[in-house]
């Protein structure tokens, strides 16, 4: 395989992990052989990378639903999917439903799922959101964004510092941290003048030392939080990390044959893959994909 095609094929991969980092129930129907990838049971689908080429939609009986036609294809949410055609840098980001019609066109750079009734979406290097019938409702004059919304506000940066937005647009919490994590039982993680901390929905911050879970001990760099034990390709040459950052952003970490890596982290605008890489420990390449 020439090194094009691997890091077309390490991304492939990457974004498939990424996009499904979470601790939700994954259910997962028996299949056939015919495909290389299944992915969780998403809204009575379930997307698969058949053998042959392209991203799909089956059903539980295995039926095909949307056809094996896009170079990357995401779960389902509120009854929409992100989609690309092409890994050409000309190709776009659109949304189908679930029959597979397009219905919000082909026409961004990158995109994530629809959180909430909005959608990041990004044109030339500037983040705004759309709504499900594809109409521009927060204009697009971010730096970047930190996924998507969650319990009504999300995290965008602008002056190169970050802040809240609710989904009237509106700034809610002053950009003015150095880094921050999406919102979870009424806090979020952030970084206010190299002091990390947590702030409430009112923009209040409180200094606190970022706390490790049971996994920290595999990783040396305070950067990140936690690793997850690996998950395996059938062939146990290629092994997946899931990487939470300090700042509470979800990351991969993809090791083939013990030399070639991919790291990716869609909230860092990170995706890199290193061919013959020296090796070095599990925890100095978790590292990677929290840099900024």
């Known amino acids: 395989m020439n090194t094009s095609v691997l890091k077309s094929t390490l ?84 949304f189908i439903n679930k029959t597979g019609k397009l219905v919000i066109p082909l026409k961004y750079d990158f995109a994530y799922n629809f959180s909430e009734g909005l959608a990041p979406v990004v044109i030339d290097g500037k983040w705004g959101f759309i709504n499900k019938k594809g109409k521009l409702v927060i ?35 002053p950009s003015r941290y150095d880094s921050v994590g999406n919102f979870s039982e009424g806090s979020a993680s952030a970084k206010l003048g190299g002091q990390w901390g947590t702030i409430n929905k009112k923009g209040v911050f409180t200094p606190k030392k970022v706390t490790r879970n049971s996994y920290s001990s595999n990783v040396s760099s305070s950067s990140v939080s936690y690793i997850s034990k690996p998950s395996a390709d059938i062939y146990k040459t290629t092994f997946t990390y899931q990487v939470k950052c300090s700042d509470g952003s979800w990351g991969v970490l993809i090791i083939t044959n013990g030399k070639t890596i991919a790291v990716n982290n869609p909230n860092h605008n990170i995706s890199r893959t290193f061919v013959n890489y020296n090796q070095e420990s599990t925890r100095a390449l978790a590292s990677k994909v929290c840099s900024r």
């Not at 971010?142 to 802040?163: I, M």
């Open 11 to 94: 991304l492939t991969t990457a974004l498939l992990f990424a996009s499904s980092l979470t601790f939700a129930e994954c259910i997962k129907p028996k299949t056939t052989e015919a495909y290389s990838s299944v992915g969780c049971l998403k809204e009575g689908l379930l997307r698969v990378i058949h053998k042959k080429g392209g991203w799909g939609f089956i059903d539980r009986k295995e039926k095909v639903v949307i056809p094996f036609k896009y170079w990357f294809a995401d779960d389902f949410s509120e009854g929409l999917a992100r989609v690309k055609p092409s890994s050409e840098n000309r190709s776009k980001w659109g």
């Open 139 to 173: 204009p697009l004059k971010y730096e970047e964004v930190l996924n998507t919304f969650s319990e009504g506000l999300v995290p965008v940066k602008l002056d190169n510092k970050w802040g809240f937005i609710n989904k009237t647009g509106k700034m809610v919490i």
